[in-house]
């Protein structure tokens, strides 16, 4: 099975930066799509980045120009560098897989921005 375990979260003043991990065990294939989600309290989770195999990435509106997903396709790892942050990014953030017609998703981590 597949497995996804975040990493990096923790707290950071307003205009700070953060980076998030993710690791994956089990068997992945291409093609497929890793990314980042987040949801803050009372809200819907939102899709934050995703990156293809290939390398194609898309961002939120909120946050593009100031995040930036990469991967390493030998370690199937994906990372979220986050830099300006600001107190509305304030969420737990999940880490996804999509592959063969399913989402996995990690335990996801707290990033916190202070004011």
């Known amino acids: 099975q597949v497995q996804l375990v975040e990493s990096g979260g923790g707290l950071v003043q307003a205009g700070g930066s953060l980076r998030l991990s993710c690791a994956t065990s089990?068997?992945?294939?291409?093609?497929?799509?890793m990314g980042w989600h987040r949801q803050a309290p009372g809200k819907e989770r939102e899709l934050v980045a995703q990156?293809?195999?290939?390398?194609?990435?898309n961002y939120a509106d909120s946050v593009k120009g100031r995040f930036t997903i990469s991967r390493d396709n030998a370690k199937n790892t994906v990372y979220l560098q986050m830099s300006s942050l600001k107190p509305e990014d304030t969420a737990v953030y999940y880490c996804?897989?999509?592959?063969?017609?399913?989402?996995?998703w990690g335990q996801g981590t707290q990033v916190t921005v202070s004011s």
């Open positions: 996804e897989l999509f592959q063969r017609g399913y989402t996995y």
């Open positions: 990156i293809t195999n290939r390398g194609s990435s």
């Open positions: 089990g068997t992945i294939f291409s093609p497929n799509v």
